[in-house]
């Protein structure tokens, strides 16, 4: 028996499950895909005017939600749902089977992939039916589009994972995790300019990936020029792709070490 | 290879900080026989369980599970995994997924196992096996997490305290079912808080009591219950009467000959199972 093909099989079947219990929850199904839409839709009506010359608000703003939208379906998702089932006993019977932690891995990171692919494609869409949003036209914007979201929600899968052991309940999971995101959106630009927030804010937020995440959908989506009204002046590419590869190396490693089965 | 034990035990020691919750075990159980674990909560029984299956390490002690170590890890253990059915207590996952769909998830993460619709069949819920997991009585549950712990066909199956919360009903029903998996040739190591599940399925008991087994043998003779004097009751001058006696027979004999035949409300009572039970764990406490 070749045990890599068998940890990908039970994987690939796990995330056929973990969909199909997902989309059987009514209320997670609805907050996680459909949230970033209702939000575009509040912003987009309240905030009309341009920051900038071609720039809507809604086109800055869908930068900001496609990439908190990798947060919410990766990083918040799991570092909820995790505790429940550590709670609910799903992690301790899956532990007494010959099932490996690895297939239990591949299983949330498909699961999570196929949110933020449906997320983002609902996002684009209804900004582009009711907000006039643009969609970038160039080969160049696309691709980074691509990596930002293979890297981004890598990253925000592992520390998703990585962050499950935190909370002590299921019950309270959401209590401690929703605060974190919400901040960190705040503290990144994804509600405000970010060249608008005071400078102690842009600074704790560039520890984190969420603001680089939202920075490179910025480039993908805001004409070339925005560029110059960013805080140094520039898309800082490849300074995003080191600081969200540094994050996923960290995350892994924490996620490998402190993965927990049970409470003990 | 099958006149190892299923599992073997000796010396377990698991301290939790300086408080030992098992103290000391020797356990022997063999292939094929049903035993069970009694002691009261807090005892250690649901500790040494848990190492049994390896969910818990142990702090010293030799440990075979199916000529395994329990606590190794990686792919070894795995394969272990493979030839052990752990029905566990109390759990409310896999609430959103049918009874067919959860268990025939769970058939592929064997290597060979059992027929899921007869697996279905065997703990009787071809009824329910489109419905939600969420939907299920408590009873109709447990029968859930017995089909998942014998889906991989098991040789060894742990049953922790399976008929908690169960009408008599279904408990009987239950019963059956387990002494059907006996049949089957599988081992089962239960855990009980009822002294009539353990005499009406087990081959052997063992008394746990603060992190040690006080005794092991036959529900019969569990506490000396064989040996133990017999209550004889009947009626005389319209009173109950009774007296302990070691022989019983004789006494009747004797009562027979008095009343000349019939014994008005003649009864012969040995110590239930519950009663030596309690007497023993009370006498250490």
Known sequence: MNLINETIRIGLLRSKLELKQFLRQRESLVFTLFFPVILLFIFGSVFQDTIAPGVTFSQYFVA????????????QQLAITIPMERDDGTLKRLRGTPMSVSSYFIGKALLVTFLMIIQTALLLFFGTALFGLNLPTDVTSWWTFTWLIILGSACSTVLGIAFSVVPKTGRGASAVVSPIVIILQFFSGVFFVFTSLPTWMQQFAA???????TQGMRSVFLPDDFASQEVVGNWEIGRTALVLS?????GV?????TFKWGRE | MSNAPAIEVRGLVKNYGSKSAVAGIDLRVENGEIFALLGPNGAGKTTTVEILEGYRNATAGEVKVLGFDPATKGEAGQRWRNRIGIVLQSTSDAADLS????????ANYYEKPRDVNQVISEVGLEEKIDSKVRELSGGQRRRLDVALGIIGSPELIFLDEPTTGFDPEARRSFWDLIKLLKSEGSTILLTTHYLDEAQALADRVGVINNGRIIEIATPQTLGGRNNAPAKVCWLEDGVTKEILSKDPTAEVAKLSQRFNGQIPELEVLRPNLEEIYLKMIGELK
């Open chain 1, 64 to 75: 900001g939600m496609v990439a908190s939208g990798l947060v919410n379906t990766g990083f």
């Open chain 1, 207 to 213: 520890l984190f990936p969420l603001k680089w995440l």
């Open chain 1, 246 to 250: 540094i994050w996923l190396i960290v």
């Open chain 1, 253 to 257: 490693i924490l996620a490998v070490k």
């Open chain 2, 99 to 106: 009874v067919l769909e959860t268990i025939s998830h769970f």
